[in-house]
């Protein structure tokens, strides 16, 4: 463990109803805001008054894309809704620099990304043993899929996925000496895997297994690392064809087919529709909706009247395009490729390939499903500012 063990098990109290209490109401607003909002204040008033060193590009950009999201065809209407946009899209550079100003040494940077790994997989445990989830995954009928603490199944898997990528980087460093933290971490591993296969949620399973890959393909690969490879692809094949046959419901959701009636349905979830819709309503736009975009309820309502179903288009990309118009989908564009090239650049760093694979994650993320999420961001942030705490160091 990172931490003594007592001092863990204490600390993993408060997290545990943090985060378990989120959805409940108080004062006619949920806890996640109550603690979230004066939280992004505090961090926007230490980080400009305190930091000591100025934002990466890809920092300032998602800064940009944050008062962007307050300005669109939709301001005046749907202002809160800009509003909350806007808050969630500062918070992943604004952790990033206050970790930068705050936590000075790499050992503890490096703890507390594993710790808060670690009781992110262990919220788990008390939802096994029969609490309750406050926040309900999708019904598809027959049961309702796993969210554990989180908000839906989707960010329970991706959060999931996340967590055992960190911890397998943690393993591959070889940060895990002792036989006791070994078997801990596996069984979290084991955890994590299970809760993800609950959630039924195919974003966070492809996620987690490009991570995986990003992590573990090998620089200058040799015969033996290549029959290594094989072998590990032949089981988890194995594995996979294995609950194919003898998991219907696992079939069923793997190739997209109604799970209560068994019938071939469109693979992608409706997602392909979701997203045609939205850019039908912004192809049909108005000029200045084009360039600085809609209201998100515009957006909403727009695939509703095309799919029955009141949501977001399911893609970051053409959210963001809909929602914040050329302008947005352009400043979105540059914060991940400058992202990119900021990791690139760090590639003899030890926590490189794990910074890769959450940039490749997020891409993913993006694609599939889209939006951001307070408890990724953190832990991009962390990893993002253990990487340059690595590179300051080699300078």
């Known amino acids: 463990m990172p931490l003594k063990?007592?001092?863990?098990?204490?600390?993993?109290?408060?997290?545990?109803?943090?985060?378990?209490?989120?959805?409940?109401?108080?004062?006619?607003?949920?806890?996640?805001?109550?603690?979230?909002?004066?939280?992004?204040?505090?961090?926007?008033?230490?980080?400009?008054?305190?930091?000591?060193?100025?934002?990466?590009?890809?920092?300032?950009?998602?800064?940009?894309?944050?008062?962007?999201?307050?300005?669109?065809?939709?301001?005046?209407?749907?202002?809160?809704?800009?509003?909350?946009?806007?808050?969630?899209?500062?918070?992943?550079?604004?952790?990033?620099?206050?970790?930068?100003?705050?936590?000075?040494?790499?050992?503890?940077?490096?703890?507390?990304?594993?710790?808060?790994?670690?009781?992110?997989?262990?919220?788990?445990?008390?939802?096994?043993?029969?609490?309750?989830?406050?926040?309900?995954?999708?019904?598809?009928?027959?049961?309702?899929?796993?969210?554990?603490?989180?908000?839906?199944?989707?960010?329970?898997?991706?959060?999931?996925?996340?967590?055992?990528?960190?911890?397998?980087?943690?393993?591959?460093?070889?940060?895990?000496?002792?036989?006791?933290?070994?078997?801990?971490?596996?069984?979290?591993?084991?955890?994590?895997?299970y809760a993800m296969y609950l959630g039924f949620a195919r974003t966070g399973w492809l996620m987690c297994l490009l991570a995986i890959f990003v992590l573990f393909w090998p620089k200058d690969t040799s015969m033996r690392q290549w029959v290594g490879i094989a072998s590990v692809s032949a089981v988890l094949a194995g594995g996979l064809s294995y609950m194919m046959v003898t998991n219907e419901m696992f079939r069923d959701r793997v190739l997209g087919n109604n799970l209560q009636t068994h019938e071939k349905m469109n693979i992608d979830s409706g997602r392909s529709e979701y997203s045609a819709a939205a850019l039908e309503r912004y192809a049909n736009g108005t000029l200045l909706e084009q360039i600085i975009g809609m209201s998100t309820q515009d957006e909403m309502d727009y695939i509703q009247l095309k799919t029955r179903n009141r949501v977001g288009a399911h893609n970051g990309f053409v959210d963001m395009l809909a929602r914040n118009g050329i302008v947005g989908l352009l400043l979105m564009l540059v914060m991940l490729i400058s992202l990119f090239v900021y990791i690139r650049c760090r590639k003899m760093c030890p926590t490189y390939r794990l910074a890769l694979a959450l940039w490749v994650m997020n891409f993913s993320f993006q694609v599939t499903q889209g939006g951001t999420m307070f408890h990724t961001d953190l832990l991009y942030a962390l990893t993002f500012c253990l990487l340059d705490e690595e590179y300051n160091s080699k300078q």
């Not at 985060?19 to 109550?34: H, N, R």
């Not at 934002?55 to 950009?61: E, F, G, I, Y």
């Not at 040494?105 to 008390?126: A, D, R």
Request: aromatic content about 18%.
């Open 5 to 193: 063990l007592s001092t863990y098990c204490l600390l993993f109290v408060p997290f545990f109803l943090l985060f378990y209490s989120e959805p409940v109401i108080l004062g006619g607003m949920p806890v996640s805001q109550l603690w979230k909002l004066p939280l992004a204040a505090y961090l926007l008033y230490f980080v400009f008054q305190f930091r000591t060193k100025r934002a990466p590009v890809w920092a300032q950009t998602q800064y940009w894309i944050s008062l962007k999201s307050i300005f669109n065809a939709g301001t005046v209407t749907d202002f809160m809704t800009n509003m909350q946009a806007s808050i969630k899209f500062l918070f992943l550079p604004l952790l990033f620099s206050f970790a930068q100003a705050r936590i000075k040494e790499k050992e503890t940077l490096v703890k507390t990304l594993l710790t808060l790994c670690q009781y992110f997989v262990l919220t788990n445990i008390p939802m096994f043993l029969g609490l309750p989830m406050l926040s309900s995954g999708h019904d598809y009928g027959t049961f309702v899929a796993y969210s554990g603490i989180f908000q839906n199944q989707h960010a329970m898997s991706v959060i999931m996925g996340i967590c055992i990528t960190v911890i397998l980087h943690y393993f591959k460093s070889g940060w895990f000496e002792s036989r006791t933290s070994k078997t801990y971490n596996i069984a979290l591993l084991c955890i994590a895997a």
